[in-house]
């Protein structure tokens, strides 16, 4: 890893109206709308629908480097999260995320290490970090 601070860079550029083009260094272009609660198209990703991922996808690599760090063994996960978008004192902002976690583990492999690196994974995620929402935590595991 490298030190502190790290600094990332992203850009986006548009047209009056039509799609956003989202860009970083040495990434692929994402095409970008608004919702369709906001009158957007909703077949594009959004700002809304990026930050959800963000926060799936952190899940995820933030199990990787828990699961490695501990030398468990596991097979697949998926992670479902729903972000809730309200207005709070005339503000629209996320107010709650929901995390739903189901990761396979090997026949044997101990359940409740799992449980808990999954939780570890939660509370080490930087996006999750860096969100004043509440999140919550759903986790099922099955063993193959």
């Given at each position: ?18 799609e956003v083009k989202l860009s970083g260094p040495g990434l692929p272009a994402l ?9 957007g198209p909703g077949n594009l990703w959004s700002p809304e629908t990026l930050l ?39 503000v629209s902002q996320f107010t709650e995320f929901s995390i739903r976690a189901r ?42």
């Amino acid at each position: 890893m490298h030190p502190f601070p790290h600094h990332y860079h992203a850009s986006a550029t548009a047209k009056a109206a039509g799609e956003v083009k989202l860009s970083g260094p040495g990434l692929p272009a994402l095409a970008s709308d608004g919702p369709a609660e906001f009158g957007g198209p909703g077949n594009l990703w959004s700002p809304e629908t990026l930050l959800t991922a963000a926060l799936a996808d952190c899940f995820v690599l933030s199990l990787r480097a828990v699961a490695a760090a501990s030398k468990f063994e596991w097979l697949a996960v998926s992670c479902e999260v729903t972000g809730k978008l309200d207005r709070i004192d005339k503000v629209s902002q996320f107010t709650e995320f929901s995390i739903r976690a189901r990761l396979t583990i090997p026949a044997g492999a101990d359940a409740e290490r799992a449980r808990r690196l999954l939780e570890k994974s939660e509370q080490i995620c930087l996006i999750s970090n860096s969100l004043k929402a509440e999140r919550h935590l759903q986790i099922e595991i099955e063993q193959a």
